[in-house]
């Protein structure tokens, strides 16, 4: 009997907990949160995680880091270039542009002082990169070698001295306001020096100094200016004014006389240049070859209409001026005047022809 009543009791208890536990399960799903939001993201079995991170540790090795976590690895900044170096017969050569000098062949390297423009320095050799070798006030130190070279460079400051030379052509800022065309050929004995602008084109060694500095300041301001033509020996200019003759005969079948007129349109007689005189330049867009096709829509020829006079060029060939200078409308024509009558000239509206004869010259 008693071990009845105990096992009734136990029944009595069991069944009074069961009924507990199963108000406090009803107590949970009937709240703000459901069952649904409960199960709305599956669980992931540790199997899957596994594979998860397993996964991205791959696709990060593949892309170049041996770290499987968030971070990235921070990289060693390296100072070392491979070089190789050719062995030269000491020269001395001159820089044609401010430029560091620096411990090795790479702009990684610490710079440890500067050339001038037309400063000198004893090259010794140069490396595969095409930087050269100088010694540098007893040290070993390495240059560009893009802005080297071996003639000597004349700087604004020695443009002074070359008054000293009688046969030298310019010696006073007026002298520049040469008029140069077809009916007036440079002298005989025109003498000039002559520096680089750009590559391989040159002008009069002061038009050059100061054409630099307006390509430097149109790059400076997001503008490449493009150089297509500077000076030409008048040889040059002879065979190319021949050539284009002859190209009208046989391609148009003009004659002699009438292929001679059409050309001198375009391209002055030899001597009658301002290519001739070192004093023109014929300035592009960068990607470019064709100077005939809508230069004058450019933000190149945009920019030069209000800077070119800054550094005394003005453009020579305008389109209403076509028959007092007896050229074609060239917008990419840029003649040096010099910086004191540059912008007096292009504020006239004078083409170079109208503007010496109003002022006496």
């Excluded at 005969?249 to 059409?262: K, L, P, V, W």
């Amino acid at each position: 009997m008693k071990r009845f009543l105990s096992a009734v009791t136990a029944a009595v208890l069991l069944l009074t907990l069961v009924a507990c536990s199963a108000e406090s399960n009803d107590e949970v799903v009937s709240g703000d949160v459901t069952t649904e939001a409960i199960v709305t993201e599956a669980p992931v079995s540790e199997e899957e995680e596994v594979t998860t991170v397993s996964e991205e540790t791959e696709i990060a090795e593949d892309t170049g880091s041996v770290d499987d976590s968030e971070e990235e690895p921070e990289e060693e900044e390296s100072t070392t270039v491979s070089f190789e170096v050719t062995e030269m017969e000491a020269t001395v050569m001159y820089a044609t542009d401010p430029l560091n000098v620096r411990l090795g062949p790479d702009a990684l390297y610490e710079a440890i002082g500067q050339l001038l423009v037309g400063d000198a320095v004893t090259v010794t050799g140069e490396t595969s990169n095409g930087w050269y070798r100088i010694d540098y006030d007893g040290t070993v130190a390495y240059v560009s070698g893009d802005y080297l070279r071996e003639e000597e460079v004349i700087t604004e400051d020695e443009y002074t001295t070359v008054e000293s030379d009688d046969e030298y052509y310019f010696q006073t800022d007026e002298d520049y306001l040469i008029l140069v065309n077809k009916t007036h050929l440079l002298p005989d004995d025109y003498k000039i020096e002559t520096d680089y602008i750009q590559g391989s084109y040159e002008m009069e060694a002061t038009a050059a100094y100061y054409c630099k500095l307006m390509i430097e300041a149109a790059a400076a301001d997001g503008i490449n200016l493009k150089v297509l033509s500077a000076y030409r020996t008048v040889a040059y200019q002879q065979k190319l004014f021949d050539r284009n003759v002859q190209s009208r005969m046989d391609d148009d079948g003009m004659t002699y006389e009438e292929a001679y007129a059409d050309t001198a349109v375009n391209i002055a007689p030899a001597g009658g240049s301002e290519h001739n005189a070192g004093l023109a330049v014929d300035i592009i867009t960068e990607n470019d070859w064709d100077t005939y096709t809508g230069f004058e829509d450019t933000e190149e020829f945009a920019w030069l209409q209000a800077h070119a006079a800054e550094y005394g060029f003005i453009m020579r060939y305008a389109s209403d001026k076509v028959d007092i200078t007896g050229f074609i409308y060239e917008p990419w024509h840029y003649r040096f005047v010099g910086v004191k009558y540059a912008a007096d000239i292009q504020a006239s509206g004078l083409c170079l022809e109208e503007y010496l004869e109003a002022n006496g010259y």
